[in-house]
Nanobody, 125 residues
């Protein structure tokens, strides 16, 4: 069972920044794609960003492109989501997830069997 430990959420004002961290267990960091999803109250879980296994390609939702940056630290085996220029509509619980989806399915939550506990991000206006 893959475990993912997330951290870094919090409360920030509009325009502020936060960095989320996700540490996958075992060899998951090297063998799985790591993605970020978010879920706001009353809404479906939506794709935010994904780093393909091996760190070769990174994908973003249009709503966060240019503001969010996904990255990974090989030495620390940790994946990050740097979130800048935050907006109230970014408020959600953010989840880190791991899986081995093909490129055409990596934006779908159903492609990922393992999920972190989620971390709350709140952006005040």
């Amino acid at each position: 069972q893959v475990q993912l430990v997330e951290s870094g959420g919090g409360l920030v004002q509009t325009g502020g920044s936060l960095r989320l961290s996700c540490a996958p267990s075992g060899r998951t960091f090297n063998t799985h794609s790591i993605a970020w999803f978010r879920q706001a109250p009353g809404k479906e879980r939506e794709f935010v960003a994904a780093i393909k296994a091996g760190g070769g390609n990174i994908y973003y939702a249009d709503s966060v492109k240019g503001r969010f940056t996904a990255s990974r630290d090989v030495g620390k085996k940790t994946v990050y989501l740097q979130m800048n220029s935050l907006r109230p509509e970014d408020t959600a619980v953010y989840y880190c997830t791991a899986g081995t989806p093909i490129t055409s399915t990596l934006r779908y939550a159903s492609s990922y069997p393992s999920w972190g506990q989620g971390t709350q991000v709140t952006v005040s206006s």
